[in-house]
T-cell receptor
Framework: KNQVEQSPQSLIILEGKNCTLQ??????????LRWYKQDTGRGPVSLTI?????NTKSNGRYTATLDADTKQSSLHITASQLSDSASYIC?????????????FGTGTRLQVFP | DSGVTQTPKHLITATGQRVTLRCSPR?????VYWYQQSLDQGLQFLIQ???????AKGNILERFSAQQFPDLHSELNLSSLELGDSALYFC??????????????FGPGTRLTVL
């Protein structure tokens, strides 16, 4: 069964600290993996997209890693800011060449306190 | 602002009723995706249209249907509504027919409450 599991479910950190969010997947076939940031009550915003051949991708203070062998991805947030408080969703595309099959994780809720 | 617009922002209705949610994609985007986000289930992919044609289907109930019009806006129709249909409904758009390496841009969502 295709599954995407994220941990931790929730996380509280102090402003300025770093944190790492985890995503494990059992999805086949694998097309790509995305991380989204979703502020409460708003639509998700794409942070990174990676194929199986990419190990790391950065977007400002966000760095995603992918280990296609162990089927694990992580999102590292550096020097956290209050505006980083949001849910972070890992999404794996199990589609083939011309179709999508998006499998969503349930997200990690991050709270950054001053 | 993603460039994707959704109306209405909020919708309150009763069980058994039918509602229509509307989405206008970003200028130039041909793909429209619909998602449901319930409190306890996270985001669920419902259906995708590309240039007027159904492209992919996810966990969409038979009571739900969608279409994409020639001007590329899309509507999601929900009928025989149940309490469990209460959720945030998001529309997203992208340029390509698949999301292989294409960014999806999400709208602000429609919050549906079924009483």
């Amino acid at each position: 069964k295709n599954q995407v599991e994220q941990s931790p479910q929730s996380l509280i950190i102090l402003e300025g600290k770093n944190c790492t969010l985890q995503c494990n997947y059992t999805v086949s076939p694998f097309s790509n993996l995305r991380w989204y940031k979703q502020d409460t009550g708003r639509g998700p915003v794409s942070l990174t997209i990676m194929t199986f051949s990419e190990n790391t991708k950065s977007n400002g203070r966000y760095t995603a890693t992918l280990d296609a062998d162990t089927k694990q991805s992580s999102l590292h947030i550096t020097a956290s800011q209050l505006s980083d408080s949001a849910s972070y969703i890992c999404v794996v595309n199990a589609g083939s060449y011309n179709t999508d099959k998006l499998i969503f994780g349930t997200g990690t809720r991050l709270q950054v306190f001053p | 602002d993603s460039g994707v617009t959704q109306t209405p922002k909020h919708l309150i209705t009763a069980t058994g009723q039918r509602v229509t949610l509307r989405c206008s994609p970003r200028s130039g985007d041909l793909s429209v995706y619909w998602y449901q986000q319930s409190l306890d289930q996270g985001l669920q992919f419902l259906i995708q249209y590309y240039n007027g044609e159904e492209r992919a289907k996810g966990n969409i109930l038979e009571r739900f249907s969608a279409q994409q019009f020639p001007d590329l806006h899309s509507e999601l129709n929900l009928s025989s509504l149940e309490l469990g249909d209460s959720a945030l409904y998001f529309c997203a758009s992208s340029v390509a027919p698949t999301g292989r390496m294409d960014t999806q841009y999400f709208g602000p969502g429609t919050r549906l409450t079924v009483l």
